[in-house]
């Protein structure tokens, strides 16, 4: 199973690619940007779940 850290390094990666059309890297980066929101609520959550 792919974390979704494992995710975030993989899309990172695909943008490095030079054989890219503009669509497919707006396409990645629109992923990655969500992938790394979801990645923020979850420290988020975390952070707050966690004792002081």
Known sequence: ??????TIQQ???????????????AAIEA???AAIARQAERNRAADEEAPA
């Not at 899309?11 to 890297?25: G, I, M, P, V």
């Open 1 to 6: 199973m792919t974390t979704l850290y494992d």
């Open 11 to 25: 899309l990172r990666a695909e943008l490095t690619s030079f054989h890219l059309t503009r669509r497919e890297r």
């Open 31 to 33: 992923e990655l940007a």
